[in-house]
């Protein structure tokens, strides 16, 4: 998975000093997976009021969220998205969408064994971009992503794990673009 992610945010940076100054590129944090332990990086490439994301995370998923009955639902993403902005240059009001893969990991409350397993998401998404100066933004977000693969039933100390059809999401990224 880690290997992934050099790929993923070289893509975005290769258009980045391209001498066609009508694409621009960027790269993105998100706010939520920090604050669960984990990470988040992405890469982006545009033109106009067009862009396409990859990103690599790892999220740790508060108990809270995950079924009665389990913990350490840890999961680890890779996505391909593409942003569509009502504004041009990559500002204002944006809607996305795109496919998704979770590799997670999971344990009932016993602790005992640890599961893995896959699930393919197709997500929708949307939010709007604030710009501090041209390069630097804040980006707060929500979508929701819709299981459309995947392992349905997950088995880890005799009990059975069924990740959810829907995943709902909130959170604010951080970004900054390479060229205004």
Do not use: C, H
Not at 59 to 87: H, Q
């Amino acid at each position: 998975m880690k290997n992934y992610l050099i790929l993923i945010l070289l893509i975005p940076l290769q258009f980045a000093y391209s001498q066609d100054n009508r694409i621009k590129a960027g790269i993105e944090l998100d706010v939520l997976p920090y604050l669960t332990g984990g990470y988040f990086a992405a890469g982006w490439v545009g033109t106009n009021q067009v862009r396409i994301r990859a990103l690599i995370a790892k999220v740790n998923m508060p108990d809270f969220i995950v079924s009665e009955g389990f913990t350490n639902n840890k999961i680890n993403s890779i996505a391909i998205v593409g942003d569509y902005f009502l504004k041009k240059d990559f500002q204002g009001l944006w809607l996305g969408s795109g496919f998704v893969l979770w590799q997670g990991d999971i344990q009932t409350d016993k602790q005992i064994e640890t599961a893995s397993y896959k699930s393919y998401l197709l997500n929708g998404s949307l939010g709007y971009a604030f710009y501090f100066n041209p390069r630097f933004y804040i980006s707060p977000w929500a979508g929701l992503s819709l299981r459309i693969g995947g392992d349905k039933t997950i088995s880890v100390d005799g009990e059975n794990y069924d990740p959810p059809l829907i995943n709902p999401e909130l959170s604010v990224k951080m970004g900054f673009r390479f060229n205004k």
